[in-house]
């Protein structure tokens, strides 16, 4: 069998500015490289017509995710938040060790934080809360000992 091996993660942004404030500055992902691209062989690949977008390489971790913001043709968004139930990829999972502190911290630099997703389980000494990126994108937060 053909080996493979994980590239990236895709997230498409509204805005790639903002995003990339967020993923770097306030979840510590780190930048690699960004490119811009348009028309073909991009448009076939994507089933996009006339595309133009910029994509951001940023990592944690070993976890590269790509932050891809279109020009053209824009993008679509439904209002609603995506339910955990929803075919597809549903959310990014990221460990922390302090989920109180580190949620000061988010609060202060204006992150959303879905409180009424939060749970503790002191038998199993952990907790979690999902966060939400500047386009709504779910992030849940995890402190647990182990693996």
Known sequence: MTQLRVSH???CVSDWK???RFYHDVLGFRYVQELELSG????TLLQLEDVDFRALYLEREGVRIELRHYEKPGHTS???PRPMNQLGLSHLSLRVEDLDALLKDFEKAGVDVLE????DVPRA???AV????PD???IELVQQPGD
């Open 116 to 119: 009424r997703t939060r749970v």
């Open 130 to 133: 999902f966060i939400t990126d």
């Open 40 to 43: 073909e062989p991009s448009s």
């Open 78 to 80: 439904d209002p609603a």
């Open 18 to 20: 903002q995003s990339l």
């Open 136 to 138: 709504g994108t779910l």
């Open 9 to 11: 993660v895709g997230i």
């Open 125 to 127: 000494n952990a907790k």
